[in-house]
């Protein structure tokens, strides 16, 4: 693509950025995305009144939309998409290759 994206080294937007890139296309637990944005996960039988795993969702959010306007910002959004998948209780990232664009 010749796009240079800069994300910060060992940031929670780096980590996720190459979590969803390895490789573009495979489909990640939100479990997996919360190990890259948080270090650890939030389960919601770990949770008893749901706080928790409100406010990890949250970050993971949050992390998903500062990674889209950094690749919005770097000019590649031209070429990538993140896409969310999977269901309400169990989602999944995925990066994509937008193909057909220039």
């Known amino acids: 693509m010749g796009k240079r994206i800069y994300l910060g080294d060992d940031s929670q937007i780096s980590r996720l950025f190459w979590l969803l890139a390895s490789p573009i296309g495979r489909a ?3 479990a997996e995305v919360q190990r890259a944005v948080d270090g650890l996960e939030t389960t919601r039988d770990m949770d008893p009144t749901g ?3 409100k406010k990890a969702s949250q970050r993971v959010r949050k ?3 500062k990674l889209r306007a950094a690749i919005e910002e ?3 959004a031209d070429h990538l998409l993140i896409v969310r998948g999977g269901n309400a209780k169990y ?3 995925t990066m994509v ?3 057909g664009r220039s």
Do not use: M, V, W
Request: aromatic content about 12%.
């Open 28 to 30: 990640c637990k939100l």
């Open 51 to 53: 706080e928790e795993y």
């Open 91 to 93: 989602p999944e990232y």
């Open 74 to 76: 770097g000019g590649a």
């Open 97 to 99: 290759l937008r193909l």
């Open 63 to 65: 992390a998903i939309s």
